[in-house]
């Protein structure tokens, strides 16, 4: 039954994020950089504290302060989620001029603080606001960034014959899906593929659908695979990832 299941509510998520999608159409807002997503999650948290105590006209008249070289690291953080969280041309400019040339530890955060802002505008003078999503990865326009691995069927290294049809078969199936591939590195016995793919897409299929094509000239790629929008993973953890798998499927 898990397999069922599990199947279940990849399918809901998938409509539910085309339903989303179609609802929001022209409306919707892809945070492009690749920021990580522990960051992320703790500018949300400090923004969310932020809105809580915070006095409109004593942080607009002290904006400029955020290009005084001696204002602290925490206080230059804390004044870019304030200026983000208020609803003003002038804030936003401080921000997106701050942004450009930021002081190295804040340069993820002055992102954040200048996509919130961004959007926090736009719902203000569209009267509506957009659908934000943000991944650990980033994206472009509309489309999602993913980090895709396929490996051999029996873990061998890939011949030159193999990677070819690798390569040439996501490439198809990328332009099909209207999607973009931005790198392929062909790796032993494992290839990684990043590249853009729009929000709607149903993964599973695309991937699913890709591998036979390359499975009907040989049968060489293990029908499973790992796709995340989090990370890009490092070799290590790939090949961690793999064993692991291949041991699941070893008889007990």
Same mark, same amino acid.
């Given at each position: 039954m898990e397999?069922l299941?599990k199947h279940?509510?990849?399918?809901?998520?998938?409509?539910?994020m085309?339903?989303?999608?179609?609802?929001?159409?022209g409306n919707i807002?892809?945070?492009?950089?690749?920021?990580d997503?522990?960051l992320?999650?703790q500018?949300?948290?400090?923004s969310?504290?932020c809105?809580?105590?915070?006095?409109r006209?004593?942080?607009?008249?002290?904006?400029d302060?955020?290009?005084?070289?001696?204002?602290s690291?925490e206080?230059k953080r804390?004044?870019l989620c304030?200026?983000?969280?208020?609803?003003?041309?002038?804030a936003?400019r401080?921000?997106?001029?701050?942004a450009?040339?930021p002081?190295?530890?804040?340069?993820e955060w002055s992102?954040?603080?200048?996509q919130?802002s961004?959007?926090?505008?736009?719902?203000?003078?569209?009267?509506?606001a957009?659908?934000?999503?943000s991944?650990?990865l +980033?994206?472009?326009? /509309?489309?999602?960034?993913?980090f895709?691995v396929?490996s051999?069927?029996?873990?061998k290294?890939?011949?030159?014959?193999?990677?070819?049809?690798v390569?040439?078969e996501f490439?198809?199936?990328?332009?099909?899906?209207?999607?973009? !591939?931005?790198? !392929?590195q062909?790796?032993s016995?494992? /290839?990684t593929?990043?590249?853009l793919?729009? !929000?709607?897409? +149903?993964?599973k299929?695309?991937?699913?659908?890709? !591998?036979?094509s390359?499975?009907?000239?040989? +049968?060489?790629?293990n029908?499973?695979?790992?796709?995340?929008n989090?990370?890009?993973?490092s070799h290590?953890e790939?090949?961690?990832s793999i064993?692991?798998?291949r041991l699941s499927?070893?008889?007990?």
């Amino acid at each position: 039954m898990e397999p069922l299941k599990k199947h279940m509510r990849d399918s809901r998520a998938y409509h539910k994020m085309k339903d989303l999608v179609g609802k929001y159409a022209g409306n919707i807002s892809v945070l492009e950089e690749e920021i990580d997503i522990e960051l992320q999650m703790q500018y949300f948290k400090e923004s969310k504290q932020c809105k809580r105590e915070i006095n409109r006209t004593e942080v607009l008249d002290n904006k400029d302060v955020l290009f005084d070289e001696k204002l602290s690291y925490e206080a230059k953080r804390t004044l870019l989620c304030q200026l983000a969280s208020i609803d003003d041309v002038s804030a936003y400019r401080s921000i997106e001029k701050y942004a450009l040339k930021p002081d190295s530890s804040l340069e993820e955060w002055s992102k954040l603080a200048f996509q919130e802002s961004k959007m926090l505008l736009q719902s203000t003078f569209l009267d509506k606001a957009p659908l934000f999503i943000s991944t650990g990865l +980033g994206g472009k326009g /509309t489309n999602l960034r993913y980090f895709i691995v396929v490996s051999s069927v029996d873990y061998k290294p890939f011949t030159e014959v193999q990677k070819g049809v690798v390569q040439s078969e996501f490439e198809f199936g990328f332009k099909k899906a209207k999607a973009e !591939i931005e790198e !392929i590195q062909h790796c032993s016995f494992f /290839t990684t593929i990043t590249g853009l793919i729009p !929000i709607e897409t +149903g993964l599973k299929d695309l991937f699913r659908g890709i !591998i036979m094509s390359c499975n009907e000239l040989g +049968g060489f790629l293990n029908t499973s695979f790992l796709v995340t929008n989090v990370k890009k993973l490092s070799h290590d953890e790939i090949e961690k990832s793999i064993e692991k798998e291949r041991l699941s499927k070893l008889p007990k």
